[in-house]
């Protein structure tokens, strides 16, 4: 058993230890927000949050995760009220969707770590995040929205 916290409980885990976090959080925990990509944390669909930092899912082994905090999308916020999600809303950013939970937790993760981003540090920060749909300039702008709304204190 492997002890990990997951959006603020504390869970035991019955899993090998080399399972990559993704699939803990999708088969063991019925966390599907999380979605997989490309298996090999080149995609960043399956980022989540490890001790407040974005992290690839796929590519962490469960056994390194003991007494760590890992925050899913379904973590974010219980109703879609965290800053980027409205702003993601507000904006009409998915297309498709499927990469978009990676894509707002990678944004979350910036903007806590740089309130004001500039576009060229949006784009450094979401470089490993793949929208097959293209929508990478509405996602700069949820960004930027996101922003504004974190500083409004919103």
């Known amino acids: 058993m492997i002890r990990i916290n997951v959006n603020g409980r504390a869970i ?16 063991h925990l019925g966390l599907p927000g999380t979605k997989y990509g490309c298996g ?20 962490l082994p469960i056994a390194d995760l003991a007494d760590r905090r890992v925050t899913t999308i379904e ?17 009409d950013v998915p297309q498709c969707g499927y990469c978009q939970s990676g ?11 740089n309130p004001h981003p500039s576009d060229s540090d949006i ?17 700069r702008r949820a960004i930027h929205r996101a922003a504004e709304m974190l500083g409004a204190g919103a």
């Open 123 to 139: 784009d450094a920060a979401m470089s490993g995040n793949i929208c097959r749909c293209g929508t990478y300039s509405r996602i």
């Open 40 to 59: 090999r944390a080149l995609c960043g669909a399956c980022t989540v949050h490890l001790d407040g930092a974005a992290v690839r899912s796929c590519s």
């Open 12 to 27: 035991e885990v019955d899993a090998a230890p080399d399972t990559p976090l993704l699939w803990v959080l999708r088969d």
């Open 103 to 113: 894509q707002i937790m990678s944004a979350a993760a910036l903007l806590r770590s």
């Open 75 to 91: 973590g974010l916020s219980v109703d879609r009220t965290h800053p980027v999600q409205r702003a993601w809303i507000e904006l």
